[in-house]
């Protein structure tokens, strides 16, 4: 349904139930949401320490001492106040398992009474439940060992469930978090091992130091500064890391990932489509791989580039002083590599349609017949292989 077929029928089914109040009874006010909260401590342990809560959104913040320490608010609304309570009281931390079998401390949403569960999510709009049918958008997840649905809007006999969660890490804690919708925050400077897996919602992780991996199904991550061990991978959504130290590897269906001021090992961004941009540092491996987007390197000082697009250009700034391999392929753009006053390479091209064009005065050029296919200046020192299927090859200095 399109956003104006989307309006039209709000428009008339207001309209409609307006102009049938002198027929129809009032429908019954929805039953307030109410409010739990508690805390639970768990030792912080050399093994992993698995939570899971099925819906809300979740802050993780610095701990003290050995325990990771829970602050549990509940949000609660069932069709009478005597549901409200039970669902209110039933809440606590149970054993549970995910669904490959890991154990894990689980929040004990009924869902062997019911299907499904409503959760208002921030900035979504909610229309009285007599008129759900107008959205009827969910998530469907395994919680629990139940195939269990999470409404975006308020029906007629599913209460309202959800949970948040203030999640306390004392350093060199070991910890998986599972949301399955919900929004997971991560402020202050946060030490130790941290697994984030959401099925729907965005990540965002302030500083990390230590092994992180990031997992959401659809969601943006942004991770302000991470030192360490760093994996971030969504099905839907752009990546974001302002500051990476330590290997990274990126992967994302679908969005565009920028990755700033880098000092790395080893970095390997994949994206099914989108853009992905390298900017400011050191890396000695920088693999970049998109089936529909750009790739760009900029000020970053090179070992290995391995940059691959499908459709897209590719583009590399970088003095070349360290560079040993520069790999580049395009299905459909152009290569565009910018090096410094002092750079040394061998390049070789290979173009089903397209040119290439050095523009350092002093390169030896190769040809075959009339078409520059190579050129080397100085000893050849940084290798550069670039195929294209449709586009030039532009190499030259930075300024």
């Not at 050095?358 to 009339?370: E, Q, W």
Request: aromatic share 4%; hydrophobic share 35%.
């Amino acid at each position: 349904m399109t956003p104006v077929t989307s309006r039209a029928a709000r428009t008339a089914a207001w309209m409609l139930v307006l102009g049938l109040t002198g027929a129809l009874a009032a429908p019954a006010a929805d039953t307030a949401t109410r409010t739990r909260n508690f805390r639970q401590p768990f030792p912080a342990q050399a093994a992993e320490l698995r939570l899971a809560n099925l819906a809300g959104r979740i802050e993780l913040v610095r701990g003290q001492g050995n325990q990771v320490v829970v602050d549990v608010t509940v949000h609660a609304a069932g069709s009478n106040a005597n549901e409200t309570q039970k669902l209110l009281d039933g809440m606590k931390w149970v054993r549970s398992k995910d669904s490959k079998g890991r154990d894990e401390w689980a929040l004990s949403y009924p869902v062997n009474d019911y299907s499904g569960f409503h959760y208002p999510r921030p900035g979504h709009r909610s229309e009285p439940s007599f008129l759900s049918f107008l959205d009827n958008s969910y998530s469907s997840t395994q919680y629990r060992g139940k195939r269990v649905r999470i409404y975006a809007q308020k029906r007629s006999g599913t209460p309202t469930l959800y949970a948040e969660l203030k999640i306390a890490l004392p350093a060199n804690s070991n910890v998986a978090v599972r949301n399955a919708v919900g929004a997971v925050r991560g402020q202050g400077q946060l030490e130790g091992t941290l697994s984030v897996d959401t099925g729907s919602g965005d990540v965002e992780i302030a500083n990390h130091a230590g092994r992180m991996t990031i997992d959401t199904g659809s969601g943006d991550v942004t991770v302000g500064s991470t030192r360490g061990e760093s994996r971030i991978d969504t099905g839907s959504g752009d990546v974001v890391v302002r500051k990476l130290v330590g290997n990274g590897n990126v992967d994302t269906g679908s969005g565009d990932v920028t990755v700033e001021n880098v000092s790395a090992g080893g970095l390997t961004i994949d994206t099914g489509s989108g853009n992905v941009v390298v900017r400011q540092g050191v890396a000695a491996r920088v693999s970049a791989d998109t089936g529909s987007g750009d790739v760009s390197v900029i000020d970053v000082e090179i070992e290995e580039l391995q940059a691959d697009t499908g459709s897209g250009d590719v583009t590399l700034r970088s003095s070349l002083a360290q560079a040993r391999t520069v790999v580049a392929e395009t299905g459909s753009g152009d290569v565009e590599i910018y090096g410094g006053p002092q750079a040394s390479f061998d390049v070789q091209s290979s173009h089903g349609s397209g040119e290439l064009l050095v523009r350092y005065d002093d390169a030896d050029l190769r040809r075959s017949g009339r078409k520059v296919t190579g050129a080397k200046r100085g000893d050849g020192r940084t290798t550069i292989r670039v195929t294209t299927g449709s586009g030039d090859c532009v190499i030259g200095p930075k300024s």
